[in-house]
């Protein structure tokens, strides 16, 4: 089985950017669809962005779309999360989480049987 570490979350300026990484080991990540999901305090964890095995497709909610790029390097065994224009309602702790059988992304969180122990992104105004 594969084993995820986030890591870049902070503390960060509204309109400024973070990049967070997810580093895989015990497996290759090249056979895993990778999704970023976020959990704000007292609300249900939240798919943000989601890329496929061979990073031909990806997907992000809307209010991320045109500030959040995902990425993969399979040969450094790690995903991305460029985050820039960051806004208040962004903070959350941030999850990586890896599905060997998903061909496609999926937003549901019980899909995907991999997750990291996820990272802080905290964004004042």
């Known amino acids: 089985q594969v084993q995820l570490v986030e890591s870049g979350g902070g503390l960060v300026q509204a309109g400024g950017s973070l990049s967070l990484s997810c580093a895989a080991s015990g497996r290759t990540l090249s056979r895993y669809t990778v999704g970023w999901f976020r959990q704000a305090p007292g609300k249900e964890r939240d798919f943000v962005a989601g890329i496929t095995k061979n990073a031909s497709t990806t997907s992000y909610i809307d209010p991320v779309k045109d500030r959040f790029t995902i990425s993969r390097d399979d040969a450094k065994n790690s995903a991305y999360l460029q985050m820039n224009s960051l806004k208040p309602e962004d903070t959350a702790v941030y999850y990586c989480?890896?599905?060997?059988?998903?061909?496609?992304?999926?937003?549901?969180?019980?899909?995907?049987?991999?997750w990291g122990q996820g990272t802080q992104v905290t964004v004042s105004s």
């Open positions: 989480a890896a599905s060997e059988f998903l061909v496609t992304i999926s937003r549901r969180d019980y899909q995907y049987d991999y």
